[in-house]
């Protein structure tokens, strides 16, 4: 019986010996259609990031691309895409680098790093982009085509979302947490000449989406901060003349975070809600009031389906609407496609805490 | 200079027989097994197992001989237990009877105990966790015990291995016939610099560990003094360290600075007074503990960002008067009265809205048991508890326990036993700024499990085997959940139900001059969320975050005349890292295995050990994207008067 006892044991430990988890995978060849990448942030040190791929002519999903292509994480916290002529850049904001991919086969060309907190790209011309910093007080000023910093744009402020209006950048001033005494309720205009920041204007606390109509004015989307006393509004604001045209208040305990615009120029798409819960407004610039009457809403948008958590939405050229639901941000969430009048098109899985979007 | 004192002790040593230490060590494990035969639902680790390592964190030996499973960010990094398919903060941690888990936290980072600062081990489960709140999974027991009347106690044990890893541990004292006084004192340092492949940077490539060293330090004196028919003892527990930590494998080009300072000191007071048919207990702990927790990047100018610089003080009072009565026949009483006054200042705390920076909680406890034979072979044993928060009565738990030894089977025991706990929130899960949320309740769990054990014993083959079943539900299980408001909350919303079986095998055989020993622990736990929270987002079902469905140890150990060599074995089954339940590598971490090799040599006073772990350079992840070390070697040296 001891002699068993002892034979099973060793058999186990050799066993045991033989072989170990994880099994190495071969990269894959891609070749991306016209259609909607979705970024998807993943967990914050988790380093789970993704990056997804729609074409919404084939309804044809995939998801870990990166991975696939690359047989590498993309990173932790994945939180904007931009495209040009020399390819795509993926900013990962905790790992605190950005990568430059092929746009077609999505393979890995470059890296930029020895950055402090990269939020956003603003492509200015072939040779120059400045990316935003939620740490550093200011804009990054690189070089697309070598990936290599060539400046830095000082603004006093740390910096998000950007939009370009003629020769000057609006750059929205989000967060002061790391950078205690600055401010976190303006936005800034940078001559794209000189990389130098030559005006300011106040606008309400966390100024969280900007972007700008056909009738040329920009439209700010401010979140109200994430402590009371909130203030929660939406501008739009002529950056010629630096006026605002028009503001909004939402209600006390509104919290709007995330707006965009339609090809047009014409409507707005904001997410708005309360505690637990945000709904999709659709608004035209030309209107004096909030609306009222959510376009998606959030707890009901399609029939037997669950109340939803929608954190961005964008909008395709032909119009649909295309919402992320992070669901409850430990597993992959969803995309939500509706047409122009808001009608549920289809829905599809990404992967964990899905974010930026961008058409190519 | 650490080497100097080794050999200054060492030439002043004569040698000695050798064979009489071999003795000491079989009568010891035979002694465990008549104990282990009396107790239900708690198993000791093997003393013998103990003193082999003396000199690892307490993380290492759960993981390596216990049913316990530790979840480590890798040396010098925090180690967090999940007994019986909960998470660290439902693994209660005794020290002396007095809880270890952190108010803030609620949790207790293994890597923090040092083995060498404890005497014994033992874990607890199912209604033998009553006596306290908290410990929803289990009790991992840790106690100090010194014997009487052994005379000079001197120890000194040292270290050195890969990575520059340096430890010092000695022990002085001496063992009156009614007094004790003995001392501890460690240093315990490594540059920890591994090599390793970091499979997250393109292309991979082979990098050194960056950032990860640390120096951990403590001492621990105590007294011990025995009167006619009682006991004083006082232990002062003091520790001290400086951890930095290196970043996950994708963010290692990051000039991110990251480190923890965590300092404390743990004291208590006890009285014991016996009489013939009884006892009673009354002692006192204060506890001190500070954590500093710092992580600071770079701006575009060079200067520095702090994006965290936590500090948590807190203080904590315990006072416990514990009774033993015999009653009738078989029957005893065991009654507990405590009192614990937690009271915390933190930083994450400060900006509430309403100025309690310092948040205070106060708990009062009274605990009632009656335990005896119903029949021959039944034992019965009831309990009943009452907590009082913080003058806020939060209900009676009640345990009961059978205990049935077949007469037909010598050896063979069961034990069926049910048990209702709760755990408090914690003042972080209450006060965190932002998101704490003060109307939370406390956790509520039910369990009932059943124990089966078979012992056998002849005079050179011992055989231990026990298997454990469990089913568990906690409900208003506390869980941080995203708000809209950017930040998260926690919320009494899920409902856990783990279930599982545990088996421990041990046997010894002895024969002529050799002596086998093998022991080893599968453990088996399925753990799912199956509250509407989890039901509304198809969470239900799925196994929970980083706890193993398969996880299991072996030790095997021979040893002839003053030769020892022993393996140990570790396996860790694939854990979610998220609840895709898909086996993509940012998912769900895969299995791996781990072996470790000691061989060792007893020289008289001396011990001289070589120690080889991971032998088979393995590649793994026990925390997603957190680099561990390879194949590491280390020297172990001893002189025990």
Redesign the interface.
């Known amino acids: 019986m001891?002699k068993t006892?002892?034979n099973i044991?060793l058999l186990?430990?050799i066993l045991?010996?033989v072989s170990?988890?994880?099994d190495n995978t071969e990269s894959e060849d891609k070749n991306i259609a016209k259609g909607l990448f979705i970024l998807n942030e993943?967990?914050f040190?988790?380093?789970?990031s993704?990056l997804t791929f729609y074409d919404p002519e084939a309804d044809t999903v995939e998801n870990?691309l990166f991975?696939k292509v690359?047989?590498?994480?993309l990173?932790?916290v994945a939180n904007s895409m931009a495209i040009d002529e020399n390819g795509m850049y993926i900013v990962?904001n905790?790992?605190?680098?950005v990568y430059k991919v092929d746009e077609k086969t999505l393979k890995?060309e470059a890296?930029l790093?020895?950055l402090?907190?990269p939020r956003h790209i603003m492509l200015i011309n072939k040779n120059k982009a400045y990316l935003s910093?939620q740490?550093?007080?200011?804009l990054?000023i690189f070089n697309p085509e070598t990936m290599q910093k060539t400046g830095?744009v000082?603004t006093g402020n740390t910096t998000e979302k950007m939009v370009r209006v003629g020769n000057e950048v609006v750059v929205t001033n989000w967060s002061n947490y790391?950078?205690p005494g600055t401010s976190n309720s303006t936005i800034q205009f940078v001559d794209i000449a000189t990389d130098q920041l030559v005006d300011e204007m106040a606008v309400t606390a966390e100024p969280h989406s900007i972007v700008l109509d056909k009738n040329d004015n920009i439209w700010v989307l401010c979140s109200g901060g994430?402590?009371?006393p909130c203030e929660p509004a939406l501008f739009c604001i002529n950056p010629k003349t630096r006026e605002i045209v028009k503001r909004f208040d939402f209600a006390e305990g509104d919290?709007p975070?995330s707006m965009a615009i339609d090809k047009a120029g014409e409507n707005l798409f904001i997410l708005n809600?309360?505690?637990?819960?945000?709904d999709l407004y659709k608004m035209s610039v030309e209107a004096n009031e909030l609306p009222t009457t959510p376009f998606v809403d959030s707890q009901q948008p399609t029939a037997n389906s669950?109340?939803m958590?929608f954190s961005t939405v964008a909008v395709s050229e032909d119009g649909d609407i295309y919402l992320t639901d992070?669901?409850?941000?430990?597993?992959?969430g969803d995309v939500l496609r509706f047409d122009s009048n808001g009608n549920f098109v289809t829905k599809f899985e990404a992967g964990?805490v899905p974010g930026a979007m961008m058409f190519n | 200079m650490i080497l100097s004192i080794f050999f200054v002790l060492s030439v002043t040593a004569s040698a000695q027989n050798d064979t009489i230490i071999l003795e000491t060590i079989e009568i010891s494990a035979s002694q465990i097994y008549k104990k282990a035969e009396q107790k239900s639902m708690e198993r000791k680790i093997d003393t013998a197992i103990m003193k082999r390592l003396k000199t690892v964190s307490l993380s290492q030996l759960l993981i390596q001989h216990s049913p316990v499973f530790i979840k480590t960010n890798g040396p010098g990094g925090t180690a967090s237990a999940s007994f019986r398919g909960t998470t660290a903060s439902h693994t209660l941690v005794l020290w002396n009877g007095f809880q270890l888990n952190s108010p803030t936290l609620g949790e207790v980072d293994f890597s923090m105990i040092p083995v060498f600062f404890t005497d014994e081990v033992s874990l607890q489960w199912g209604s033998k966790t009553s006596a306290n709140s908290g410990g929803l999974g289990g009790v991992v027991n840790i106690a100090n015990s010194q014997k009487f009347n052994e005379g000079l106690i001197l120890d000194v044990r040292q270290t050195y291995g890969s990575f520059n890893t340096w430890g010092l541990y000695l022990t002085v004292g001496y063992s009156a016939k009614n007094f004790i006084a003995r001392v501890k004192a460690y240093r315990n340092s490594s540059d920890n610099d591994f090599t390793y492949t970091n499979i997250a940077t393109i292309p991979h490539q082979e990098m050194k560990q960056k950032n990860a060293d640390f120096v951990d330090y403590g001492f621990m004196p105590e007294i011990k003094v025995q009167f006619k028919n009682s006991l004083l003892t006082f232990v002062s527990w003091n520790q001290f360290s400086h951890r930095n930590y290196p970043q996950i494998m994708p963010n290692v080009f990051n000039n991110t600075k990251e480190y923890a300072d965590n300092d404390f000191s743990r004291n208590f007071l006890s009285y014991k007074y016996y009489w013939n048919t009884g006892r009673v207990e009354v002692k006192s702990a204060y506890f001190h503990e500070r954590q500093d927790y710092f992580l600071e990047s770079y701006t575009s100018n060079g200067n520095p960002v702090t994006q965290i610089n936590s500090l948590n003080k807190s203080d904590v009072f315990r006072q416990i008067i514990d009774l033993q009565q015999d009653l009738y026949k078989s029957w005893k009483l065991y009654a507990k009265i405590q009192l614990d006054n937690e009271k915390v200042t933190s930083s994450n705390y400060s900006q509430l809205p309403t100025p309690t920076s310092s948040p205070k909680r106060n708990i009062l406890s009274f605990y009632a048991a009656v335990d005896g034979k119903i029949y021959d072979d039944l034992d019965l044993r009831l309990t009943l508890r009452n907590d009082i928060v913080d003058d806020k009565s939060v209900g009676f738990f009640p345990t009961a326990t059978l205990t049935y030894r077949a007469p037909f089977v010598k050896g063979l025991t069961f034990n069926a036993g049910y048990s209702h706990n709760y755990r408090n929130p914690t003042l972080n899960d209450l006060y965190w700024n932002p998101g704490g949320n003060e109307n939370l309740k406390g956790e509520n769990g039910k369990t009932v499990d059943l124990d089966i054990n078979y012992l056998y014993e002849n005079i050179n083959f011992n055989l231990d085997f026990r298997t454990g079943l469990y089913y568990s539900k906690v409900k208003d299980w506390i869980q941080w959940v995203p708000t809209n408001y950017r930040y998260w909350m926690p919320k009494n919303v899920s409902e856990v139900i783990a279930r599982g079986a545990e088996f421990h095998v041990k046997a010894i055989y002895r024969y002529a001059l050799w002596n086998f020993s093998i022991s080893g622990n599968y453990v088996y736990s399925h753990t799912t969320d199956e509250s509407e929270y989890a039901q509304q987002y198809d969470s239900d079902g799925k196994q929970l975050i980083y706890i193993p469905k398969h996880h299991a140890n072996a030790f095997a150990e021979a040893k002839w005349k003053t030769w020892n060599i022993n393996y140990i074995f570790e396996f860790t089954g694939k854990r979610n890292t998220s609840m895709n339940d898909s086996d993509f590598f940012a998912y769900q971490l895969p299995y791996y295995t781990l072996h470790n090799i000691t061989l060792g040599k007893q020289l008289g006073k001396f011990r001289l050990e070589f120690r080889i772990n991971n032998l088979t350079d393995n590649d793994y992840q026990t925390v997603l994207w957190r680099a561990m070390p390879g194949r590491s070697y280390e020297v172990y040296l001893e002189f025990k008067l």
């Open positions: 001891k006892l002892f044991l186990g430990i045991a010996f170990c988890g994880g993943g967990t040190t988790y380093a789970n993704s870990n991975y690359n047989l590498a994480p990173g932790d990962v905790n790992s605190k680098y890995y890296k790093d020895g402090t907190s910093d740490e550093s007080t200011g990054w830095f000082e790391y950078q994430y402590m009371p919290y975070s809600g309360g505690f637990g819960t945000l669950q109340s958590v992070v669901k409850n941000y430990v597993q992959n964990i």
